[in-house]
């Protein structure tokens, strides 16, 4: 039996060899590739493999980790210090973190991107607690001309979407893949 990384990647070959409408949405251009949280360091370790299969179909592949975004925005908030001190005054401007986030996300693609390209979201579940994914997916989808890969620790039920398997979800018209 195919362990559950190797499922899922035999999946997204098996979409990711298929011609690409141009007629479609940003929210129907979209793919999330959807696994248990549990499974975050197979995966990554396994990112590479999922590059390899988008590009033998002649998509170019840019990669966009934000594993570690927050964290460099809150170290170069002039504030940084009474953040860590107190919290709670954080919680207000992590709004202002997803847009800059969006915005820098949107400056690395939008010269080398075609209709063609994999624009691919790895990382995620960092922004649990922190910011809405949802949004942050909205709002890159809508600059993207190719599509919008997103790795996505969690689950999903028709078309709602649960971050890390939490309570509350949304809904998204993405095509999903599961392994």
């Keep these: 039996m195919a362990d559950r990384i190797s499922s899922l990647l035999k999946n997204y070959e098996s979409h990711i060899s298929l011609p690409w409408a141009q007629m479609a949405s940003s929210e129907e251009r979209s793919i999330f590739i959807i696994y248990k949280p549990e499974d975050e360091l197979k995966l990554r370790a396994r990112v590479g493999e999922f590059e390899l299969v988008t590009q033998k179909y002649d998509h170019p592949w840019t990669l966009l980790d934000i594993t570690d975004s927050f964290a460099s925005w809150l170290a ?32 690395q693609i939008i010269d080398q991107q075609t209709d063609q390209t994999a624009v691919v979201l790895l990382g995620c579940g960092t922004l649990f607690g922190i910011t809405s994914v949802s949004d942050l997916v909205k709002a890159l989808a809508a600059k993207i001309t190719g599509r919008l890969v997103v790795f996505f620790p969690g689950e999903q039920e028709g078309n709602i979407y649960r971050l890390l398997d939490a309570k509350n979800g949304w809904g998204y018209l993405a095509t999903s893949i599961k392994g």
Excluded at 79 to 99: I, K, R, V
């Design 76 to 107: 170069g908030q002039d504030y940084a210090e009474a953040y860590f001190e107190d919290p709670e005054y954080l919680t207000g401007n992590y709004q202002y973190f997803a847009e800059e986030l969006v915005d820098q996300l949107a400056q």
